[in-house]
């Protein structure tokens, strides 16, 4: 599945509330997301207006296998919502 495209980081982390991330913190231009559960899990997005696609890959990859998911069903849950309103 393709990446979407012009996503900022407060989008991301916004979308990431669907799967059960909370930021915690903000650094400087990144903010730190946590999902509590059995083990916690930490990520940093960076605040961009835009992400790069590389980034946003590797963030994506890394929320899927912590989930335990396919990084394209990830993105499917995460942008559904965009899908339901059209």
């Known amino acids: 599945m393709r990446l979407p495209r012009d996503v900022s980081g407060d989008e991301l ?5 669907a799967v059960g991330y909370q930021i915690t913190r903000q650094t400087g231009s990144h903010l730190r997301l946590t999902r509590s559960g059995p083990e916690e899990h930490h990520i940093t997005v960076p ?10 890959n590797g963030v994506l990859r ?13 993105i ?8 339901s309103g059209s």
């Open 13 to 17: 982390a916004r979308r990431f509330a």
């Open 47 to 56: 605040r961009h207006k835009s992400l790069r696609v590389g980034t946003l």
């Open 62 to 74: 890394d929320v899927a296998e912590r989930l335990k998911m396919d990084r394209d069903d990830l």
């Open 76 to 83: 499917v849950a995460l942008w559904e919502t965009d899908r």
